[in-house]
């Protein structure tokens, strides 16, 4: 995994205690990754990148060395305001952002808090807002939201275990989750994360994700925006990408035979994205 030249912790602004890593010199790049997900899923993208930048993580608040919020602390924007205080702890005025899955959306509600802070922006395999939108038609996202406030936390506990086991990684393959090509110990590292956690934790996240919308952000932004996602990603389809970027005003690039996991899947692809991307910095 990943060794992080610097560690630190950071008081947001509802005191919360957020831990952040950063690998690498030069340019800055804020990386904001998936639900659940630390650094260590990011592995293959920070080695590629620590090489002619600085990059930046934080742990969400509530995911592994980040302290749990109180009661109503777990929206996007609080999330959002984390990454700006990361930003304030580590000296970065302004930096480029790249965004996995939760991270788009993250990042678009930081842009929309701090837009001059941001210089370009690299969103992968997210979307802006109301994600079960762009994966189920409508009206079928809020049945999916209300069943999950209902019913997941009660279903989920008696088999979160699992979800870092390799029975799940063999059944994700065979449902075409993840592809055959997968870089198999990064996503059992990604797994075993989520499974460590309190579902409470990933659950309320996942709500408050879900309900989130930052599409009105998409249409004012002024700097390169690039979108890129695989071509079998059931969760951010590509026409919903193309959509976002179109809003945007911006770029769409398309991974073939990438899923929802396109950065272990063809990481090489990935990452030459990401370096062509941020060497305009």
Known sequence: MPKADFVGDVASFDGTRIRYQTFGEGPPIVFGNGIGVGFRGLKLQIEALRKGFRVICWDHRGIFDSDRPGPGGMSVASQARDLLSVMDAVGVRDAAYAGWSMGVQVGLEAIRMARARFTRSFFLSGVAGLPGRAAVPLPFDRLVIAGLNRQAPRVVRSAWRAIGSERFFALAKRAGY???SVDREVF???TRGVAS???SVYLGTLSQVLQHDARDVLPA???PVLFVG???D??????ALAKLAKSAGGSVRTI???????LIERPGEVNELLWSF???C
């Open 178 to 180: 993840v592809a055959e």
């Open 188 to 190: 059992m590292t990604m």
């Open 197 to 199: 956690h309190d579902p």
């Open 221 to 223: 932004l002024r700097v």
């Open 230 to 232: 695989g071509d079998k």
């Open 234 to 239: 059931r969760m951010t389809p590509p026409r």
């Open 256 to 262: 073939e035979g990438g899923s929802h996991f396109a």
């Open 278 to 280: 941020f060497s305009g």
